[in-house]
């Protein structure tokens, strides 16, 4: 069973960076899709942004698109967030996961190998 774990959360001001990480516990794979979700407190889980492994293909949220950037390492265990110009409404637990296919949908019911999240506060 494959673990992801996601780090590199904090709290930050409005208009700072973080930029997040998810380490998979081994070869995520080809012909996958990684992708990043968020929940805040009585929210909904959304899909942030999520990268197809072969290939690279990406997609973003509207709220996010321009600010955050993924992307993944060359040995594909790794895949990263750069979150710029975070917003108070960026205020969430984030979390990894992985969809065994392509990033056709973001629906998270495709998804699994859920991370434990990490907390990302922006401050106004």
């Known amino acids: 069973q494959m673990h992801m774990v996601e780090s590199g959360g904090g709290s930050v001001q409005d208009g700072e960076s973080l930029r997040l990480s998810c380490e998979a516990s081994g070869n995520i794979g080809a012909h996958t899709c990684m992708a990043w979700f968020r929940q805040a407190p009585g929210e909904q889980r959304e899909a942030v942004a999520a990268?197809?492994?072969?290939?690279?293909?990406?997609r973003y949220a509207d709220s996010v698109e321009g600010r955050f950037t993924i992307s993944q390492d060359k040995n594909k265990k790794t895949v990263y967030l750069q979150m710029n110009s975070l917003k108070p409404e960026d205020t969430a637990m984030y979390y990894c996961?992985?969809?065994?296919?392509?990033?056709?949908?973001?629906?998270?019911?495709?998804?699994?190998?859920w991370g434990p999240g990490t907390q990302v506060t922006v401050s106004s």
């Open positions: 996961a992985r969809s065994l296919g392509p990033c056709v949908s973001v629906d998270e019911s495709l998804f699994g190998n």
């Open positions: 990268i197809g492994t072969t290939g690279g293909r990406t």
